[in-house]
């Protein structure tokens, strides 16, 4: 099982000092989750996507609670096995 994220684009300063970035995860091999590397020091938000061909049977979902901005070094994510998307993080 393998959980990989990647970031496309990274928009730095896009909202005064805070960064928009840009990316995809990918579950492999059952895998259903796994942490996503925003590349920001504090992540204040993420939205995923469900990418690819099937929908999927459940929604995505984050494993932690933005009432605080949290490390975007390893922001947790769980879905249905083998279940690919695209993230939006916003933070600093």
């Known amino acids: 099982m393998a959980f990989f994220s990647a970031i496309i684009k990274r928009f730095r300063g896009a909202l005064g000092r805070y960064s928009v970035v840009i990316g995809t995860f990918t579950n492999t091999a059952g895998s259903s989750g796994g942490n996503i590397n925003s590349g920001l020091s504090h992540c204040h938000f993420l939205k995923l996507v ?3 061909a099937a929908a999927s049977a459940d ?13 975007g070094d390893a922001v ?3 879905t249905t096995p083998d279940v690919d998307g695209f993230f939006i993080a916003f933070g600093t």
């Open 76 to 78: 947790a994510i769980k």
């Open 50 to 52: 469900v990418g690819g």
């Open 59 to 71: 929604a995505t979902s984050v494993n932690v609670d933005f009432t605080k901005p949290i490390r």
